[in-house]
């Protein structure tokens, strides 16, 4: 099955996957990984359903930071999923929330502040406080710009990109500026970035100027699992997939979306027996605060199959 003339994650090779993962995690240990390790793991998105870090590892370490992002390769995520907002100045600034107070020492909205301003503040202590059982402290951490994830993750990073609702209109035009400076934008590898967005009309302005670009088109949790197959067919015209809450999707969900041509992403999946499940529904993606416990779940899973359904 084929999306936009992109195919669909193949199932054909996990077994060479996860054998390959089992032999160099018990020569080398997970904990030693950069990014072409992991590469190495997961040759391609291709290989099995995607493992996404949700703003990195956002469970392990503070998230939407380098750290988190970094930690996410280690434990052998495929890709790691970051938001953007926009600074007073129009720096792209790697953040989930469109407010500062929830995940740094400072206050108010981010585009109420220079990118200087923001680069001062803590995007770490927090973590600490909040998850005491960790024994890092991540006082050290900032928000990054993207400019500086894309740079500490380089060209063979695959990156998960969201651009917030309610940005300004140029904030497309700025993200895809940023990621050609990074050669990342080169048609020869399309899937190396995904960029989604609840707002379909930022996703069809980006698929105009690079219809290469795979694009997943977020949906809100209320809308989720009403789609009919004419929305199907509709977002089909201009994006590769969807992504929702996992608490509102089903089999028929997925089986739907795949007839469309369409993959489908879920989010965000931490519990094992939530992730079992989804890999049992052929889903195409998986994003997590996790990386590690779904990759563990994803070779126990593999590991129960008979050897020709590997």
């Known amino acids: 099955m084929t999306t936009n003339g992109k195919p669909l994650i193949s199932w054909g090779i996990k077994a060479i996957t996860w054998v390959a993962a089992g032999l160099l995690a018990a020569q080398t240990g997970w904990g030693h990984f950069g990014v072409a390790d992991a590469r190495a793991i ?4 291709a290989a099995s359903v995607e493992n996404i870090a949700h703003r990195g590892a956002s469970g392990h370490a503070p998230e939407s930071t380098l750290s988190a992002f970094r930690l996410a390769v280690r ?14 100045d129009g720096e792209l600034m790697t953040i989930h929330d469109s407010t500062l107070d929830r995940t740094t020492d400072g206050h108010g909205k981010v585009r109420e502040h220079d990118r200087a ?3 001062r503040l803590d995007a770490g202590a927090w973590f600490k406080n909040k998850h005491p059982q960790h024994r890092i402290d991540y006082q050290d951490a900032r928000i990054p ?3 500086e994830v894309l740079h500490s993750l380089g060209t063979e990073g695959r990156y998960c990109i969201e651009i917030k609702e309610g940005l300004p209109t140029n904030t497309a035009d700025q993200v895809l500026a940023t990621l050609s400076r990074h050669q990342l934008l080169q048609t020869q590898s399309p899937e190396q970035v995904i960029i ?3 707002d379909p009309a930022v996703l069809k302005q980006i698929h105009q100027k690079h219809p290469e670009l795979t694009l997943i088109q977020l949906i809100h949790y209320r809308q989720a699992g009403s789609l009919s197959r004419g929305g199907l067919q509709r977002i089909a015209t201009y994006a590769d997939g969807i992504g929702f809450h996992h608490r509102r999707m089903e089999r028929e969900d997925i089986r739907r979306a795949h007839r469309e041509g369409l993959r489908i992403h879920a989010y965000t999946v931490n519990q094992k027996k939530k992730m079992r499940r989804l890999l049992d529904w052929d889903v195409d993606a998986i994003c997590t605060d996790f990386p590690d416990r779904l990759r563990e779940v994803k070779r126990e899973q593999l590991m129960d199959k008979p050897i020709s359904e590997r």
């Open 42 to 45: 997961y040759p391609s998105p």
């Open 75 to 88: 434990m052998g995520a495929d890709r790691v999923e970051l938001d953007v907002q926009q600074s007073r």
């Open 117 to 119: 301003q923001l680069k």
């Open 145 to 147: 710009t993207l400019d």
């Open 196 to 198: 989604q967005s609840f």
